[in-house]
């Protein structure tokens, strides 16, 4: 996809990468729901657009990686994307955590998100980030630079 990557993949550990696909939140909704979506000119889950994320997997799988996807819901402009991947990740004290997106009228797609997290071992922890990702990033965006005493 023509988007930074951490829109569309990201790795979870353990030789694991998590990779967006369209048509996984295609399936997850009815037509109103998917004409509702609040992406600014709709949701593209065209083939072309399928064929794109299809190929960050076959590569990540041929470089020898598990490969886990997760619904992720582009919009037709390529750059505003309903994506559980723009996350932050932690460890401590040998529990792995996930700070996760999630938008507002996209309840069944966030629910889809964290459970593919949690199935991954994951605490999820949710973020709200209904008012930003319109600016054409998310959750890591907001908080690329961070420091740890």
Known sequence: PDHHAGMYMMTAGNH???????SAAEALLNEEEIATLPLPEGA???DETQRK???VASQCEAAGYRVVRIPVAPGKDG???LTYLNSILDE???KRSIYMPTFSGAERLNE???KVWKDLGFEVKTV???NCYR???SLRCLVNILSRS
Not at 16 to 21: I, L, P, Q, R, S
């Open 128 to 130: 709200d980030c209904s």
């Open 79 to 81: 750059r505003v994307f």
């Open 16 to 22: 694991t990468v998590v990779v967006g696909d369209p």
């Open 135 to 137: 600016y054409f990033g």
């Open 92 to 94: 401590r004290d040998d």
């Open 53 to 55: 994320f299809d190929s």
């Open 112 to 114: 889809a998100g964290a």
């Open 44 to 46: 593209d889950f065209s």
